[in-house]
């Protein structure tokens, strides 16, 4: 460490909202039980969750991640992550005769809607996202010959439409929400019909957390980020926090990855956590930045969350035994 002045106490400024949103809650619920009420083994048919933590931890209870449906043995039971799926991919769960629990969050469900009424409509849909997310190949997978991506700003200028006054801008849900403003502005110049969607695509929690870390990254010398590096919403966080004027910003899984040479001269250490994100692992950083005398914590709050989502209303049914059942009455 640097040389201390007296004057410049250490501090953690925490911000809250942060961690776990309700649709992350309910996905990985949503495993729990169905691991307690059916007995492992229960497939999830990619990360439930971008979150390396969570992810491990579900699978010491038997949970078994897998990419691709087929890779689930017929008769068993598969859960559709958070971030949603293309109906190309219930299809093949019912090819396979498999029992389906869908953990798509809701909020991601509603962009699934919108995608299919324009499409149906014949609008051109101008996706705004991250090229090969889960959640952009779901939502693009619902009206693939109506819909493109735009992957930031950048994009706008290759885009091409069948017709000008019947287009329609959507989004992954974990954008960050100035530069997804930029983006459509952007092309609402080339498009001065667009149409926005009828509620904003990127989710509450998204929104949330960014507009607390922006509170507290003028006020941070160094800002970390607890979430995975493959989570969008974590790894914008860190951005957002850097373009709202903090000295320096990191993404970290676990306490274990912060480098000591990151406090050098810092005073003020900025915390937050990506949306899928248990807290256990905040608590760690804290105890961690504590022990090098940053004990004193103020927690900083713009607002709060109260949002919940119920489960997955497969969970239910006696889902073994309809597996079975398909499986019977396919012999």
């Given amino acids: 460490m640097g040389a201390m002045s007296a ?194 695509d990127i989710c509450y929690a998204t929104q949330n957390r960014q507009t607390a870390i922006k509170q507290i990254a003028a006020d941070s010398d160094l800002v970390l980020v607890v979430g995975s590096k493959n989570s969008s919403n974590s790894v914008r966080m860190v951005e957002v926090a850097l373009g709202a004027g903090a000295g320096a910003g990191h993404l970290v899984d676990n306490a274990g990855e912060i480098d000591e040479s990151w406090l050098e001269g810092v005073t003020t250490v900025g915390l937050s956590s990506g949306a899928s994100v248990p807290d256990v692992l905040v608590e760690g950083v804290l105890e961690w930045l504590a022990e090098r005398g940053f004990g004193d914590v103020e927690v900083v709050q713009p607002m709060q969350e109260s949002i919940q989502f119920s489960l997955p209303k497969e969970l239910r049914r006696d889902l073994r035994a309809e597996a079975a059942e398909k499986v019977r009455d396919s012999a």
């Fill in 7 to 200: 004057s410049a106490p250490r501090r953690v400024l925490l911000a809250a909202p942060r961690g776990y949103c309700a649709g992350v809650d309910r996905a990985v619920i949503a495993v729990e039980q169905a691991l307690e009420q059916y007995g492992p083994p229960i497939y999830v048919r990619h990360e439930i969750v971008h979150n390396k933590y969570v992810v491990k931890t579900l699978e010491k209870k038997g949970a078994i991640f897998v990419e691709q449906t087929d890779e689930v043995p017929q008769g068993e039971i598969v859960i559709f992550s958070a971030h949603g799926v293309a109906p190309e991919v219930h299809r093949e769960a019912e090819r396979g005769k498999l029992a389906t629990i869908d953990a798509t969050c809701p909020l991601v469900t509603k962009v699934h809607k919108e995608a299919i009424r324009f499409a149906k409509d014949d609008y051109d849909i101008l996706l705004i996202g991250h090229e090969g997310h889960e959640e952009v190949i779901g939502t693009s997978g619902e009206a693939p010959e109506h819909i493109q991506l735009v992957d930031g700003p950048k994009d706008v200028a290759g885009v091409e439409v069948r017709d000008e006054s019947k287009v329609v801008w959507l989004s992954q849900t974990t954008l960050s929400v100035d530069e997804t403003m930029e983006t459509v502005g952007a092309l609402k110049e080339k498009f001065p019909n667009l149409i926005s969607p009828p509620s904003d």
